[in-house]
Protein backbone atom coordinates (compact mmCIF):
# COMPACT_ATOMS: atom_id res chain seq x y z
CA UNK A 1 0.00 0.00 0.00
CA UNK A 2 1.00 3.06 -1.13
CA UNK A 3 0.20 6.36 0.47
CA UNK A 4 -0.05 9.30 -1.60
CA UNK A 5 1.87 12.29 -0.71
CA UNK A 6 0.39 15.32 -1.57
CA UNK A 7 2.48 17.97 0.12
CA UNK A 8 4.87 16.74 -1.82
CA UNK A 9 3.58 16.41 -5.42
CA UNK A 10 1.59 20.15 -4.21
CA UNK A 11 5.13 21.52 -3.79
CA UNK A 12 6.39 20.29 -6.98
CA UNK A 13 3.51 22.11 -9.28
CA UNK A 14 4.27 25.15 -7.07
CA UNK A 15 7.92 24.91 -8.22
CA UNK A 16 7.01 24.28 -11.91
CA UNK A 17 4.63 27.22 -11.49
CA UNK A 18 7.18 29.41 -9.99
CA UNK A 19 9.96 27.93 -12.76
CA UNK A 20 7.66 29.21 -15.18
CA UNK A 21 7.17 32.55 -13.76
CA UNK A 22 10.60 33.20 -13.75
CA UNK A 23 11.15 32.71 -17.52
CA UNK A 24 8.31 34.35 -18.66
CA UNK A 25 8.84 38.04 -16.14
CA UNK A 26 12.49 37.79 -17.32
CA UNK A 27 12.16 40.13 -19.89
CA UNK A 28 10.31 42.49 -17.71
CA UNK A 29 7.27 41.79 -18.30
CA UNK A 30 4.68 42.10 -14.89
CA UNK A 31 4.18 39.26 -13.15
CA UNK A 32 0.94 37.68 -12.85
CA UNK A 33 -2.09 38.63 -10.44
CA UNK A 34 -4.61 36.54 -8.38
CA UNK A 35 -7.30 38.64 -6.62
CA UNK A 36 -8.57 37.16 -4.13
CA UNK A 37 -11.96 38.64 -2.45
CA UNK A 38 -13.36 37.28 1.28
CA UNK A 39 -16.76 38.77 2.42
CA UNK A 40 -17.17 38.41 6.01
CA UNK A 41 -14.74 37.40 8.70
CA UNK A 42 -15.59 33.23 8.58
CA UNK A 43 -12.45 32.34 10.38
CA UNK A 44 -12.11 28.95 7.92
CA UNK A 45 -12.04 31.01 4.98
CA UNK A 46 -9.64 33.60 6.24
CA UNK A 47 -7.36 30.93 6.99
CA UNK A 48 -8.00 29.62 3.29
CA UNK A 49 -7.35 32.89 2.06
CA UNK A 50 -3.81 33.13 4.11
CA UNK A 51 -2.84 30.24 2.63
CA UNK A 52 -3.68 31.22 -0.75
CA UNK A 53 -1.45 34.37 -0.50
CA UNK A 54 1.45 32.15 1.08
CA UNK A 55 1.62 30.14 -1.81
CA UNK A 56 0.94 33.25 -4.42
CA UNK A 57 4.20 34.61 -2.80
CA UNK A 58 5.96 31.17 -2.91
CA UNK A 59 5.27 31.39 -6.89
CA UNK A 60 6.19 34.98 -7.64
CA UNK A 61 2.48 35.68 -8.19
CA UNK A 62 1.19 39.27 -6.89
CA UNK A 63 -1.94 38.81 -4.81
CA UNK A 64 -4.26 41.36 -4.26
CA UNK A 65 -6.57 40.82 -1.30
CA UNK A 66 -10.15 42.48 -1.29
CA UNK A 67 -12.03 42.59 2.05
CA UNK A 68 -15.68 43.20 2.31
CA UNK A 69 -17.85 43.49 5.55
CA UNK A 70 -20.11 40.45 6.43
CA UNK A 71 -23.27 43.04 5.72
CA UNK A 72 -21.86 43.87 1.78
CA UNK A 73 -24.43 43.88 -0.65
CA UNK A 74 -24.82 41.67 -3.89
CA UNK A 75 -24.61 45.01 -5.89
CA UNK A 76 -21.45 46.34 -3.71
CA UNK A 77 -19.42 42.44 -4.50
CA UNK A 78 -20.78 42.92 -7.85
CA UNK A 79 -19.23 46.26 -8.69
CA UNK A 80 -16.09 45.35 -7.36
CA UNK A 81 -15.93 41.90 -9.73
CA UNK A 82 -16.88 44.45 -12.87
CA UNK A 83 -14.08 46.69 -11.32
CA UNK A 84 -11.46 43.50 -11.46
CA UNK A 85 -12.86 42.25 -14.42
CA UNK A 86 -11.97 45.72 -16.42
CA UNK A 87 -8.21 45.56 -14.89
CA UNK A 88 -5.80 44.76 -16.83
CA UNK A 89 -3.24 44.10 -13.86
CA UNK A 90 -5.40 41.28 -12.67
CA UNK A 91 -5.36 38.00 -14.01
CA UNK A 92 -7.18 36.00 -12.14
CA UNK A 93 -10.44 36.78 -9.42
CA UNK A 94 -11.68 34.23 -6.65
CA UNK A 95 -14.05 35.22 -4.41
CA UNK A 96 -13.69 33.00 -1.24
CA UNK A 97 -16.54 30.97 -0.80
CA UNK A 98 -19.26 31.04 1.26
CA UNK A 99 -20.32 33.71 0.90
CA UNK A 100 -23.54 35.72 3.65
CA UNK A 101 -26.87 35.05 3.25
CA UNK A 102 -27.89 38.15 1.20
CA UNK A 103 -25.54 37.19 -1.71
CA UNK A 104 -26.51 35.05 -3.90
CA UNK A 105 -23.51 33.05 -4.97
CA UNK A 106 -24.10 31.72 -8.26
CA UNK A 107 -24.48 35.43 -9.47
CA UNK A 108 -21.65 35.80 -8.27
CA UNK A 109 -19.91 33.22 -10.31
CA UNK A 110 -21.94 34.17 -13.30
CA UNK A 111 -20.44 38.26 -13.11
CA UNK A 112 -16.91 36.37 -13.23
CA UNK A 113 -14.97 37.17 -16.35
CA UNK A 114 -14.42 33.69 -17.82
CA UNK A 115 -10.71 34.36 -19.21
CA UNK A 116 -9.97 35.20 -15.16
CA UNK A 117 -11.98 32.48 -13.52
CA UNK A 118 -9.13 30.55 -12.16
CA UNK A 119 -11.72 28.79 -10.06
CA UNK A 120 -13.35 27.06 -13.49
CA UNK A 121 -17.08 27.75 -11.93
CA UNK A 122 -18.22 29.96 -14.21
CA UNK A 123 -21.23 28.70 -16.81
CA UNK A 124 -19.06 29.00 -20.15
CA UNK A 125 -15.42 27.08 -17.90
CA UNK A 126 -18.15 24.48 -17.28
CA UNK A 127 -19.14 23.60 -20.34
CA UNK A 128 -15.75 23.71 -21.88
CA UNK A 129 -14.69 21.07 -19.16
CA UNK A 130 -17.55 18.67 -19.87
CA UNK A 131 -17.45 19.56 -23.88
CA UNK A 132 -13.82 18.24 -23.46
CA UNK A 133 -11.97 21.19 -23.91
CA UNK A 134 -11.05 23.17 -20.62
CA UNK A 135 -9.51 26.37 -20.51
CA UNK A 136 -8.86 26.09 -16.74
CA UNK A 137 -9.59 22.62 -15.08
CA UNK A 138 -11.53 23.19 -11.12
CA UNK A 139 -8.39 23.34 -8.50
CA UNK A 140 -9.56 20.28 -6.70
CA UNK A 141 -10.49 17.85 -9.16
CA UNK A 142 -7.89 19.05 -11.19
CA UNK A 143 -5.21 18.68 -7.78
CA UNK A 144 -6.94 14.43 -7.86
CA UNK A 145 -5.79 13.97 -11.40
CA UNK A 146 -2.48 15.19 -10.73
CA UNK A 147 -1.95 12.72 -7.79
CA UNK A 148 -3.04 10.07 -10.23
CA UNK A 149 -0.53 10.54 -12.71
CA UNK A 150 2.19 11.31 -10.47
CA UNK A 151 1.70 7.86 -9.02
CA UNK A 152 1.16 6.42 -12.70
CA UNK A 153 -2.24 5.23 -11.91
CA UNK A 154 -3.85 4.56 -14.95
CA UNK A 155 -7.73 5.51 -15.17
CA UNK A 156 -8.40 4.47 -18.82
CA UNK A 157 -10.73 1.42 -18.63
CA UNK A 158 -11.13 1.51 -14.61
CA UNK A 159 -14.39 1.42 -12.84
CA UNK A 160 -14.17 5.15 -10.85
CA UNK A 161 -16.42 5.81 -8.23
CA UNK A 162 -17.47 9.68 -7.49
CA UNK A 163 -19.19 9.80 -4.24
CA UNK A 164 -20.22 13.31 -4.14
CA UNK A 165 -22.04 15.67 -6.99
CA UNK A 166 -21.83 18.51 -6.36
CA UNK A 167 -20.64 21.42 -8.59
CA UNK A 168 -17.51 22.16 -7.25
CA UNK A 169 -16.35 18.61 -6.92
CA UNK A 170 -18.08 15.38 -7.58
CA UNK A 171 -19.66 16.92 -11.34
CA UNK A 172 -16.26 17.90 -12.33
CA UNK A 173 -14.38 14.81 -11.33
CA UNK A 174 -16.51 12.47 -12.98
CA UNK A 175 -15.77 14.71 -16.09
CA UNK A 176 -12.24 14.54 -15.50
CA UNK A 177 -12.07 10.89 -15.20
CA UNK A 178 -14.47 10.17 -18.01
CA UNK A 179 -12.14 12.41 -20.22
CA UNK A 180 -9.57 10.37 -19.46
CA UNK A 181 -11.39 7.02 -20.26
CA UNK A 182 -12.00 5.86 -16.50
CA UNK A 183 -15.87 4.01 -16.38
CA UNK A 184 -17.21 6.77 -14.06
CA UNK A 185 -20.59 6.16 -11.26
CA UNK A 186 -21.64 9.07 -9.79
CA UNK A 187 -22.89 8.55 -5.84
CA UNK A 188 -24.85 10.88 -4.50
CA UNK A 189 -27.03 11.23 -1.07
CA UNK A 190 -30.03 9.12 -2.95
CA UNK A 191 -27.48 6.29 -4.19
CA UNK A 192 -28.89 3.18 -3.11
CA UNK A 193 -26.01 0.09 -1.87
CA UNK A 194 -23.39 2.27 -1.80
CA UNK A 195 -20.87 -0.49 -0.43
CA UNK A 196 -21.53 -2.69 -4.24
CA UNK A 197 -20.44 0.20 -5.70
CA UNK A 198 -17.82 0.76 -4.10
CA UNK A 199 -16.52 -2.97 -3.87
CA UNK A 200 -16.55 -2.94 -7.60
CA UNK A 201 -15.15 -0.07 -7.91
CA UNK A 202 -10.64 0.52 -8.99
CA UNK A 203 -10.61 4.16 -7.79
CA UNK A 204 -13.16 5.49 -5.49
CA UNK A 205 -13.08 9.71 -5.14
CA UNK A 206 -14.52 10.17 -2.08
CA UNK A 207 -16.16 14.04 -1.60
CA UNK A 208 -19.49 13.49 -0.05
CA UNK A 209 -17.91 15.30 3.81
CA UNK A 210 -18.93 12.41 5.56
CA UNK A 211 -16.65 11.45 7.93
CA UNK A 212 -15.13 7.30 7.66
CA UNK A 213 -18.60 7.00 5.28
CA UNK A 214 -15.85 4.48 3.11
CA UNK A 215 -14.87 1.99 5.39
CA UNK A 216 -12.31 -1.16 4.81
CA UNK A 217 -15.24 -3.68 4.19
CA UNK A 218 -16.23 -1.68 1.29
CA UNK A 219 -13.40 -1.47 -0.69
CA UNK A 220 -11.51 -3.57 -3.21
CA UNK A 221 -8.25 -5.22 -2.43
CA UNK A 222 -5.51 -2.68 -4.20
CA UNK A 223 -8.45 0.00 -4.85
CA UNK A 224 -7.46 3.61 -5.36
CA UNK A 225 -8.38 5.54 -2.34
CA UNK A 226 -8.19 9.09 -3.03
CA UNK A 227 -10.33 11.34 -0.13
CA UNK A 228 -11.42 14.80 -1.00
CA UNK A 229 -13.64 15.29 2.18
CA UNK A 230 -12.59 17.30 5.16
CA UNK A 231 -14.63 18.25 8.16
CA UNK A 232 -13.44 19.06 11.51
CA UNK A 233 -14.67 16.11 14.14
CA UNK A 234 -13.37 17.10 18.24
CA UNK A 235 -10.88 19.70 16.23
CA UNK A 236 -9.70 17.20 14.31
CA UNK A 237 -9.58 16.94 10.70
CA UNK A 238 -11.26 14.12 9.36
CA UNK A 239 -11.76 12.34 5.77
CA UNK A 240 -14.73 10.42 3.97
CA UNK A 241 -12.33 7.57 3.67
CA UNK A 242 -11.60 5.41 7.23
CA UNK A 243 -8.00 5.23 7.10
CA UNK A 244 -7.15 2.39 9.62
CA UNK A 245 -9.55 -0.13 8.13
CA UNK A 246 -9.04 0.72 4.04
CA UNK A 247 -5.21 1.43 4.55
CA UNK A 248 -4.91 -2.42 4.50
CA UNK A 249 -6.58 -2.90 1.92
CA UNK A 250 -6.20 -0.17 -0.46
CA UNK A 251 -3.72 -0.09 -3.36
CA UNK A 252 -2.83 3.84 -2.88
CA UNK A 253 -4.69 5.76 -0.53
CA UNK A 254 -4.38 9.73 -0.11
CA UNK A 255 -4.32 11.05 3.70
CA UNK A 256 -6.34 13.75 5.57
CA UNK A 257 -4.38 16.04 6.05
CA UNK A 258 -1.78 16.09 3.14
CA UNK A 259 -3.73 14.35 0.81
CA UNK A 260 -5.35 16.31 -1.78
CA UNK A 261 -6.33 19.32 0.31
CA UNK A 262 -3.03 20.75 -0.45
CA UNK A 263 -3.11 20.54 -4.55
CA UNK A 264 -6.21 21.98 -4.70
CA UNK A 265 -4.02 25.81 -4.02
CA UNK A 266 -1.37 24.45 -6.06
CA UNK A 267 -3.51 23.96 -8.86
CA UNK A 268 -4.67 27.38 -8.25
CA UNK A 269 -1.52 28.88 -8.83
CA UNK A 270 -1.51 26.66 -11.89
CA UNK A 271 -4.44 28.09 -13.54
CA UNK A 272 -3.83 32.07 -12.65
CA UNK A 273 -0.38 31.13 -14.15
CA UNK A 274 -3.34 29.96 -17.52
CA UNK A 275 -4.72 32.96 -17.34
CA UNK A 276 -1.55 34.70 -16.94
CA UNK A 277 -0.46 33.86 -20.49
CA UNK A 278 -3.69 34.58 -22.03
CA UNK A 279 -3.78 37.81 -20.82
CA UNK A 280 0.08 39.07 -21.32
CA UNK A 281 2.23 36.55 -23.41
P1 LIG B 1 -21.32 19.32 -0.75
O1 LIG B 1 -21.63 20.44 -1.69
O2 LIG B 1 -21.94 19.31 0.61
O3 LIG B 1 -21.70 17.96 -1.49
C1 LIG B 1 -21.68 16.74 -0.83
C2 LIG B 1 -22.13 15.66 -1.77
O4 LIG B 1 -22.08 14.43 -1.07
C3 LIG B 1 -23.56 15.84 -2.29
O5 LIG B 1 -23.59 15.57 -3.67
C4 LIG B 1 -24.34 14.81 -1.50
O6 LIG B 1 -25.44 14.23 -2.22
C5 LIG B 1 -23.30 13.73 -1.28
N1 LIG B 1 -23.63 12.92 -0.11
C6 LIG B 1 -24.02 13.34 1.10
N2 LIG B 1 -24.27 12.29 1.89
C7 LIG B 1 -24.04 11.19 1.17
C8 LIG B 1 -24.14 9.82 1.42
N3 LIG B 1 -24.53 9.37 2.60
N4 LIG B 1 -23.82 8.95 0.44
C9 LIG B 1 -23.39 9.40 -0.77
N5 LIG B 1 -23.29 10.71 -1.07
C10 LIG B 1 -23.61 11.59 -0.11
O7 LIG B 1 -19.77 19.19 -0.50
P2 LIG B 1 -18.51 19.54 -1.46
O8 LIG B 1 -18.34 21.00 -1.51
O9 LIG B 1 -18.57 18.75 -2.70
O10 LIG B 1 -17.35 18.95 -0.55
C11 LIG B 1 -17.30 17.59 -0.20
C12 LIG B 1 -16.22 17.38 0.84
O11 LIG B 1 -14.98 17.73 0.27
C13 LIG B 1 -16.35 18.24 2.08
O12 LIG B 1 -15.86 17.53 3.18
C14 LIG B 1 -15.47 19.43 1.80
O13 LIG B 1 -14.96 20.03 2.98
C15 LIG B 1 -14.35 18.74 1.04
N6 LIG B 1 -13.61 19.61 0.12
C16 LIG B 1 -12.27 19.50 0.15
C17 LIG B 1 -11.52 20.23 -0.73
C18 LIG B 1 -10.04 20.08 -0.71
O14 LIG B 1 -9.33 20.94 -1.16
N7 LIG B 1 -9.54 18.95 -0.20
C19 LIG B 1 -12.12 21.12 -1.64
C20 LIG B 1 -13.51 21.18 -1.66
C21 LIG B 1 -14.25 20.41 -0.78
P3 LIG B 1 -26.72 15.10 -2.68
O15 LIG B 1 -26.28 15.83 -3.89
O16 LIG B 1 -27.73 14.06 -2.97
O17 LIG B 1 -27.06 15.98 -1.53
Given at each position: MTVIDGKAVSAKVKTEVAEEIKVLCSGGKRAPSLAVVLVGDDPASQVYVRNKKKACELCGITSLEYLLGGDASESELLELINRLNS????DGILVQMPLPRQIDASNVTKAIDPSKDVDAFHPENVGKLFLGAPEFLPCTPAGVMRLLKEYGIEVCGKNCLVVGRSNIVGKPMAALLLAENGTVTVAHSKTKDLKSLAQNADIIVAACGRPGMIAGDMVKPGAVLIDVGITRVDGALKGDVDFDSCAEKAGFITPVPGGVGPMTIAMLMKNTLAAYKKHVC
Open positions: DPEV
